[in-house]
């Protein structure tokens, strides 16, 4: 069963660093591209990273990007999302998600998210 | 960067009838990459089209996709209970993503 498993999400204070991860199984996350999505509370979807096949080359959202770090550990089939100087509109709910083969950048399997809240 | 658009904010209908959501890109979506999401509350959302009107596996043949370059279409021919819920459009292009803000399909 293919499935994808968030973890790492807490209470942080403004300014601190904390890494999510995504645990695969049922599939090799080394032959996938990978995504990280956020929620706020009561608000819509927002894209913030994806890390391709050879790891090399990551893009991000404008409203992360230089903050937070997209990465994989194969051995472990398992993504990261390193965040760094967090904001009070960091706070949500991070999904992490597979990039369907061949289907045209979409986005197949989903986790069940990890909430994160930045607060003082 | 890719702005979507989607209307109408909210849709009130009732079960049976038909839904018809649009999502506006404010730039052409080369190779027809959009897709379709439906969440529900306290839930991941969940892929219903790719490739703009490509239905995912295990998708109802009542979901169906359409459109090209910048206007896309998501029609739901007869509502079930189901199927209230919000909706989303994604895009690809220049090597990144984005989401349009969701319509809500909710009861009448």
């Known amino acids: 069963q293919v499935q994808l498993v968030e973890s790492g999400g807490g209470v942080v204070q403004p300014g601190r660093s904390l890494r999510l991860s995504c645990e695969g199984s049922g599939f090799s996350l080394a032959t996938s591209g990978m995504y990280w999505v956020r929620q706020a509370p009561g608000k819509g979807l927002e894209w913030l990273a994806v890390i391709w096949y050879d790891a090399m080359n990551t893009e991000y959202g404008d409203s992360v990007k230089g903050r937070f770090t997209i990465s994989r550990d194969n051995s472990k089939n398992t993504l990261f999302l390193q965040m760094s100087s967090l904001r009070a509109e960091d706070t949500g709910v991070y999904y992490c998600a597979r990039n369907g083969k061949s289907m045209r950048f979409a986005m197949d399997v989903w986790g069940q998210g990890t909430t994160v809240t930045v607060s003082s | 960067e890719t702005v979507l658009t989607q209307f109408p904010d909210t849709l009130s209908l009732s079960p049976g009838d038909r839904a018809t959501l649009s999502c506006r890109a404010s730039?052409?979506?080369?190779?027809?990459?959009l897709a379709w999401y439906q969440q529900k509350p306290g839930q991941a959302p969940r892929l219903l089209v790719y490739?703009?009107?490509n239905r995912a596996t295990g998708i109802p043949d009542r979901f169906s996709g359409s459109g090209s370059g910048s206007e896309f279409t998501l029609t739901i021919s007869r509502l079930e209970p189901e199927d209230f819920a919000v909706y989303y459009c994604?895009?690809?292009?220049?090597?990144?993503?984005?989401f349009g803000p969701g319509t809500r399909v909710d009861f009448k």
């Open positions: 490739g703009a009107s």
């Open positions: 730039q052409s979506v080369g190779g027809d990459y």
């Open positions: 994604q895009q690809f292009s220049n090597s990144r993503g984005s």
